[in-house]
Every structure is written in structure tokens, then in C-alpha cells.
């Protein structure tokens, strides 16, 4: 029987019928590639992956650099030694940086690429962007909002060529607090290209000169390393909550197929550029409330009580939450200091990280909205996102609305709603879908697995089965409830190590099959 994709058509009230017609889009090739799969994923989350012929023949007619025209009334930057600091592979580079003293003061300049110069409201690429609403990336790939010749061309902030921006220049006091905020439109240059591996070298030596970095790069990230730390005390004197939540880094071989996963490093590199991209949304958020410009907020409420109190259960059967612990907890909803203080307590507990992802599943969901209720987990009374605009729809309307207000034209804010709504559920999309897809790698890399034993710590207990990652490969699976003895399902609590045997894997379902050893 041939496997083929098929398309199901409704009827034009949207009712699923009983009897479907269907047309055949796509024969599958026979035999499994990784490819393959991931193909199917993509498709049936109805993610587009080729842009319409109107916005790709649009961002043709770009050049490779800004035209000397666009750089007209724009404060030049250009003699600013500003770097990037990304990932390995990365190419977008939407956010460059640059820390300085005056005196006993200290500065900051975020400059973030200026899409909106070349993505006109209501173009051929904005109407993709929109519909995209975010950048999605998986291992080795990704499917970007716009054309990758804007994205990781002509408004990337590459190394030593002009690029247009739109910076936020803050004075940062000694305990953090963002003394002065100055926001406009500019033109800028990068002088270094920089890994957060390189910058964690930096700040390991003490920063010590590097024949491969400028000294003045050098010298802006010392200070901005500075900068950023004051930053983030600020932010946890007033109770942000700081999830170590950790990721996946899948290494593929050339072939495209996974030979490891295991956790993502968090380094102080990383921080450094998390609390200088925070304090910059932060900055434009009270920048235009203070101007009483409707805008996009990034909001995220208060966790619900139930969740809460399930947690609390579940962390008191560690014996992870002491009565002071429960007593914060009660507090948590209106105080997000409580719960970053019981956050705090499970640093040394062997299964830190279960509690933490157990508590971030308590969380509500971040979303956009034009109506500014805060951002609990920062602890933030206002916040948005200006800093990635090449990957997410909601930057590209706030600089459109900052650009406004300067140019003293008034925005369609009536719309805000629908487009922040449509952002929020494109982001859930978006997240499924990189979810299932490394779902996806990690079967597929335990296939030539089963039969082997490996050491593990219990992540969740439902009903049917207890859920294992494994500690020599960052990889989850399930030993059913029929495979455990008596008694087995209590003992094996959240947080307890077990040895595992791989079972079987299922590429259609995503699922490794482990069996109590």
C-alpha cells in the first residue's frame, strides 16, 4: 500500500463531515529518512515554509548594504564598538551591544536591526511576516518570518558593514536601576562577530586582551558584564523569578541525524545578554506608556492556585518544601518574590531540575496583549519585545509604533488586539511544533538503543506510567504502569534515580519505551 499525504476538505460552514474527499499532494518515499519525518511534522502543523512569489520577488529588489539615502538623519554609530554575541550558527544577528564609563557612570547602547525600514506595513514580505508571526528553528534548520535575504543579509548586524538600527541608549546607576533612556533611529557597524563561548573565555580570564577581539570590544563587554550584574540583582531585589529551565543541544552529523544530546550550557555570557535584551524591552515598554502610546505588551499573569497547590503536594512528598516553604507558597500568587524564594531553596536538592520544570509547568503561559497587566515571572511592571524583530512579529509593530511617534502619525491601534492575539497563538504553534520535531531527533537517535541499560531519575508520575530522562543522554521515555510490580509506582517517586532498559521506539509517536530494571 503506498503511503501518500492527503488534504481533508470540510464543508464550507467549517463542519467536519462524516464522509471526507481527499487529493493526493504528495507521494512519501518508501523507507524512513529523518527527513522525511520532520517533513511530516512541518506539514501537518500547516506551517508555511516558502514565501509567497509577490514577497520573495519584494525582498529581491534589496541590495546587500543600506542605500546612503537610508542613513540620512539617523544618529551615526558607526564609530561605536559595538560586537554580537550568539550561538555558533548563528546568521541573524537582530541585536548588537556596547557598555561604557563617563566618570562614575556606566552606559549602555542595545542597537536592534531595523526591520521596519525595509518591511513596509501591508507589503508583500510584511503579509508573510505576519501570517509566520515568528522564526521557527530546529536542529540545523530553520524556517525564518522573513526572507533570508533580509533576515541574514542586508538587516542582520553583520561584522563591518553599516546596518540601519533602532538603539535604546540607558544609563544604568550603580544598583541597577535605569537612570535615563534615550530611544531612536541610527546607523551602526559592528566590529566583532562574536560566540558566547568566546565572550565566557573573556570574562573566565579576567579579560584579558585577545589578538581575535579589539580591545575596545574587549573593553565594552568588561563593563557591560558589570552593567549586567547590576542589572540583575535589580530584577531579583524585586522578585523576578530566574527558571534554570534547561534545553536540548542535538549535534547531527552530516547526514543530518542526531550522534548526541545532552543539556544546554547556561553561561554567564548568556545571562549577560538576557539582562541587557530585558532591561532594553523594558526601557521601550515604559518609554511609551509614559507617552501614553498604545502598544504590543509581553504579558505573563499570575499562576493559577490549583496548579500551585498541586505542586506543593507534589514537592512536599520530596520533602523539597519546609512549613516556611508552604507558607510562601500560599503568597505566590500575589508575590512573585515568594516564589522565586522557593525557587531559591531547591538549588542544592538532587532533583533541582524535576522541581523547577514541575514549578514552570504551574506557570501560566506568557502571551501578547494590548492591555499591560505586567510580567510576573520578571517581576516587571512593564514589558514588551523590541529586541528580535527579524524573528518575531510583535518587535516589528512596536519599532513601527516607536517610528510613529516620532513622526507624529498616529497608529491603527484598533487592530493591536487581533495581531497580538494571532502573535500569541502563532508562538504556541511555533513551540509545538520544535517541540515534537527534537521529540522526533530523540527517538530517532535511540533507535539503535533498545536493549541497553541506562541510569535515569523519575521526571513525572501520571497514570499510566512513570516518565524517565536519562542521565548520559538528554532523552525521555516512559516504563508503562503494565511493566511495574506492585508497590514499584509509589517507591519511585519524582526525583528518584532508577536503571532503565530502552524497549522499543516509535518514530510515529515520538516515544521511547523504557522497562524498570
Not at 208 to 229: D, F, G, M, N, Y
Not at 311 to 320: D, K, L
Not at 453 to 462: P, W, Y
Amino acid at each position: 500500500m503506498k503511503k501518500v499525504k492527503g488534504i481533508v476538505r470540510k464543508n464550507p460552514k467549517g463542519f467536519d463531515l462524516w464522509t471526507h474527499s481527499a487529493r493526493v499532494l504528495k507521494k512519501m518515499p518508501q523507507g524512513k529518512r529523518l527527513k522525511d519525518e520532520v517533513d511530516v511534522l512541518i506539514r501537518n502543523s500547516e506551517v508555511d515554509t516558502q514565501f509567497s512569489n509577490k514577497c520573495a520577488r519584494a525582498a529581491q529588489r534589496f541590495g546587500e548594504d543600506p542605500d546612503l539615502k537610508d542613513q540620512e538623519g539617523r544618529r551615526d554609530l558607526k564609530k561605536i564598538p559595538f560586537c554580537t554575541i550568539d550561538g555558533e550558527t548563528a546568521k541573524d544577528f537582530d541585536d548588537a551591544v556596547f557598555g561604557y564609563r563617563e566618570g562614575k557612570k556606566r552606559g549602555v547602547i542595545v542597537a536592534i536591526a531595523d526591520v521596519g525600514h525595509y518591511v513596509q506595513k501591508d507589503s508583500p514580505i510584511d503579509i508573510d511576516a505576519l501570517k509566520r508571526s515568528t522564526s521557527i528553528y530546529y536542529p540545523g534548520h530553520c524556517i525564518p518570518m522573513i526572507p533570508e535575504s533580509l533576515s541574514n543579509g542586508l538587516c542582520s548586524l553583520k561584522p563591518k558593514v553599516p546596518r540601519l538600527c533602532l538603539y535604546v541608549q540607558m544609563s544604568i546607576g550603580p544598583l541597577g536601576k535605569v537612570n535615563s533612556v534615550e530611544v531612536g533611529e541610527g546607523v551602526m557597524k559592528s566590529q566583532a562577530r562574536l560566540t558566547y563561548s568566546q565572550v565566557q573565555k573573556l570574562i573566565d580570564s579576567d579579560f584579558k586582551a585577545s589578538a581575535k577581539i579589539p580591545k575596545a570590544v574587549v573593553s565594552s563587554i568588561e563593563v557591560l558584564r558589570e552593567i549586567s550584574q547590576a542589572l540583575r540583582d535589580e530584577r531579583e531585589n524585586r522578585g523576578s523569578i530566574d527558571f534554570d529551565a534547561v534545553e536540548s543541544v542535538i549535534k547531527l552529523n552530516d547526514q543530518g541525524e542526531p550522534v548526541s544530546i545532552r543539556p544546554a550550557e547556561r553561561l554567564e555570557a548568556h545571562r549577560l545578554i538576557e539582562d541587557l535584551m530585558i532591561a532594553a524591552n523594558e526601557a521601550v515598554a515604559r518609554y511609551l506608556e509614559e507617552r501614553d502610546i498604545q502598544t504590543v505588551f509581553r504579558i505573563h499573569e499570575p499562576p493559577n492556585s490549583e496548579k500551585l497547590k498541586l505542586f506543593g503536594t507534589m514537592a512536599q512528598s520530596m520533602g523539597a518544601l519546609t512549613p516556611a516553604h508552604i507558607k510562601l507558597l500560599e503568597k505566590a500568587r500575589e508575590s512573585p518574590a515568594a516564589l522565586a524564594k522557593i525557587l531559591d531553596s531547591f538549588k542544592d536538592h538532587p532533583a533541582k531540575a524535576t522541581l523547577e520544570s514541575a514549578l514552570l509547568r504551574s506557570m501560566m503561559q506568557a502571551r501578547y496583549s494590548s492591555k499591560n497587566v505586567g510580567h510576573y515571572g520578571l517581576a516587571s511592571k512593564h514589558y514588551l519585545h523590541f529586541t528580535s524583530p527579524i524573528r518575531r512579529y510583535p518587535d516589528l509593530i512596536v519599532h513601527r509604533i516607536l517610528r510613529s511617534t516620532w513622526s507624529k502619525q498616529k497608529t491603527q491601534a484598533g487592530s493591536l488586539d487581533e495581531i497580538a492575539d494571532h502573535c500569541s497563538q502563532q508562538e504556541r504553534k511555533a513551540t509545538d511544533l520544535e517541540r515534537q520535531i527534537s521529540a522526533l531527533y530523540a527517538t530517532w537517535f535511540m533507535q539503535d538503543k533498545v536493549g541497553e541499560q541506562f541510569a535515569g531519575r523519575v521526571t513525572n508520575q501520571t497514570d499510566f506510567g512513570l516518565f524517565i530522562r536519562l542521565e548520559s543522554h538528554f532523552v525521555e521515555g516512559l516504563v508503562h504502569v503494565s511493566t511495574l510490580r506492585a508497590g514499584l509506582m509509589e517507591r519511585c517517586s519524582i526525583g528518584t534515580q532508577v536503571q532503565v532498559r530502552v524497549m522499543g521506539v516509535n518514530l510515529s509517536r515520538r516515544f521511547v519505551d523504557f522497562k524498570l530494571v
